[in-house]
């Protein structure tokens, strides 16, 4: 089954983030369930970041203390211009699962990409352009009608100004309502959940309306601070907010690279006493814009995290990419 399931290479076919020249910018790297692999590391201090207007270049530098260039490192993460960029995931049936998303709950077809002699298709859909929007990529490997979503992942956010509209919009195509509109305990807004034709939860927040809809990917963790630490150490997102739950028995965490009501965020569970999960088969990784694929490895690899893909170039196009897993096995 894991040879059957392809990498998207058109996942690293981006629009231009900034006015550089496309070869001093090293676009992205990903975040999702995958292989672990490990590396060991040697930490050579051979780069320095030098600004050039808006660009940053990497240029070879003298000896430096490994302590210094460690430092240098982790102080860059949190200067690097960051933004999550899409979320790719497996589904039975594109066709289907295009019809729902655009009918039911407002998308739009960004692009397709048929792949036959890898044997897989995708498409990527959302509520905006990419070069601007946080969005979905859908892969589908032919043959292939079910995956395992398994206990893991948890849901999409989308933030919406009528989710009752939505909710019955759902309901009259025939899909699965999870929670029917009600307020959150305890709290002030008002959510629903449902479910996708693969069985992806979504949930609903009503609120004003967004410049990034597709608002949240929550997944589930073992040990949260071990988790938010890595996220702001290696990947550079913020800690927004947190929120224990007793009585659910659960902690939540927010992270990302902006506000909540204007960016899409990462939120992280952890429910008292669950350490592991099983992640099954069909959610992939996340997404997110770099200007240097080499030390955002670096970082990870000092973040204690575990490279997956070396960074380096996509064989054919301009992307360079590099990949990891996080402490839980999410892959980025």
């Not at 790719?88 to 397709?112: A, N, P, Q, S």
């Not at 070069?131 to 995956?147: C, M, P, Q, R």
């Not at 309306?209 to 990917?217: D, G, K, M």
Request: with cysteine; glycine share 10%.
């Amino acid at each position: 089954m894991a040879s059957s399931i392809r990498p998207s290479l058109s996942s690293f076919m981006l629009p231009s983030l900034s006015s550089c020249n496309p070869s001093q910018r090293l676009s992205l790297f990903h975040l999702g369930s995958g292989v672990r692999q490990y590396h060991n590391f040697g930490l050579k201090a051979s780069r320095l970041l030098r600004h050039d207007g808006s660009c940053m270049k990497v240029m070879a530098s003298g000896n430096l203390s490994p302590v210094a260039t460690q430092e240098s490192v982790l102080d860059w993460v949190k200067q690097d211009k960051r933004r999550m960029l899409h979320v790719v995931y497996r589904v039975g049936d594109l066709d289907k699962t295009i019809k729902f998303y655009t009918e039911c709950l407002g998308m739009k077809v960004l692009r397709k990409r048929d792949m036959p002699e890898e044997r897989y298709t995708n498409a990527f859909l959302g509520y905006g352009p990419e070069d601007a929007h946080f969005v979905i990529e859908l892969t589908y490997n032919y043959g292939i009608d079910k995956y395992d979503i398994g206990t893991g992942f948890g849901h999409f956010g989308i933030a919406i100004d009528d989710i009752s509209r939505i909710v019955e919009i759902v309901r009259a195509k025939g899909g699965k309502i999870i929670r029917e509109p009600a307020p959150v305990k305890g709290g002030s807004s008002t959510i629903a959940v449902i479910e996708d034709p693969d069985g992806y939860e979504f949930e609903l927040s009503e609120r004003a309306p967004s410049p990034e809809p597709l608002c949240q990917v929550m997944l589930r963790v073992g040990d949260l601070d071990r988790s938010v630490k890595f996220y702001e150490k290696a990947l550079g997102m913020q800690l927004l907010r947190t929120r224990d739950n007793p009585e659910s028995k659960c902690t939540i965490a927010m992270l990302g690279y902006g506000p909540e009501e204007k960016s899409t965020v990462l939120e992280l569970t952890y429910n008292y006493g669950v350490t592991e999960y099983d992640k099954g088969d069909a959610y992939a990784q996340i997404a997110i814009g770099t200007d240097d694929v080499y030390k955002t490895a670096e970082a990870i690899k000092l973040a204690g995290g575990k490279i997956t893909r070396e960074p380096g170039p996509v064989p054919g196009i301009k992307t360079k990419i590099t990949s990891c897993v996080d402490p839980d096995g999410w892959k980025t």
